[in-house]
Antibody
Framework: QVHLIQSGAEVKKVGASVKVSCKVS????????MHWVRQTSGEGLEWMGG????????VYAEKFQGRVTMTEDTSTDRAYMELSNLISDDTAVYYC???????WGQGTLVTVSS | DVVMTQSPLFLPVTLGQPASISCRSS???????????LNWFQQRPGQSPRRLIY???NRDSGVPDRFSGSGSGTDFTLKISSVEAEDVGIYYC??????????FGPGTKVDVK
């Protein structure tokens, strides 16, 4: 059984960066191909990127290319998603999830204000 | 990118009655490995999404058997044989055949009449 516990809500200014963490228990983070999905009120569920289990490479959605970085810390079994140059439309709940999307974190609300 | 559409977007239901949600993809979801990577998710109010069905018709562990998935190619259906109060929420279909990106439908909101 995989459990994913995310960091708490964040409030950021336009132009800033945010880094959301996802603690894995039950498995090692290196055993999970972690993906990130966000949910905005206007766009529903939106895939941001994740690890391709075939080659271990991280793949990002074109929309977020250049602004998002997904990393892992195997010493703490944590995955991270950092989004830079925030705009107000980045206000959303961000979820970590497994590649098969069968396990999800509880979500992290990121609010971007001017 | 594969575009996923759902209908209806809002589904008022009567408890104890059946319900059905349609999902269509802009291209066939049959993968070269022979599988069809079409999933269904339920999102109850205030909760994270939960996967109900994977590869068209396989129920996840703990999912009641009143939920069933069917379809092929570009047309898929999620059925609830007898709606219960706990089924209220938003239902999403999602394709994983032609990734990246993974793409979701817009969601169908299920609520009691």
């Amino acid at each position: 059984q995989v459990h994913l516990i995310q960091s708490g809500a964040e409030v950021k200014k336009v132009g800033a960066s945010v880094k959301v963490s996802c603690k894995v228990s039950g498995y090692k983070v290196s055993e999970i191909s972690m993906h990130w999905v966000r949910q905005t009120s206007g766009e529903g569920l939106e895939w941001m990127g994740g690890i391709d289990p075939v080659d271990g490479e991280t793949v990002y959605a074109e929309k977020f290319q250049g602004r998002v970085t997904m990393t892992e810390d195997t010493s703490t079994d944590r995955a991270y998603m950092e989004l830079s140059n925030l705009i107000s439309d980045d206000t959303a709940v961000y979820y970590c999830t497994t590649k098969e999307l069968d396990y999800w974190g509880q979500g992290t609300l990121v609010t971007v204000s001017s | 990118d594969v575009v996923m559409t759902q209908s209806p977007l809002f589904l008022p239901v009567t408890l104890g009655q059946p319900a059905s949600i349609s999902c269509r993809s802009s291209q066939s979801l049959v993968h070269s490995d022979g599988n069809t990577y079409l999933n269904w998710f339920q999102q109850r109010p205030g909760q994270s999404p939960r996967r109900l069905i994977y590869k068209v018709s396989n129920r996840d562990s703990g999912v009641p058997d009143r939920f069933s998935g069917s379809g092929s190619g570009t047309d898929f259906t999620l059925k609830i044989s007898s709606v219960e109060a706990e089924d209220v929420g938003i239902y999403y279909c999602m394709q994983g055949t032609h990734w990246p990106p993974l793409t979701f439908g817009p969601g169908t909101k299920v609520d009691v009449k």
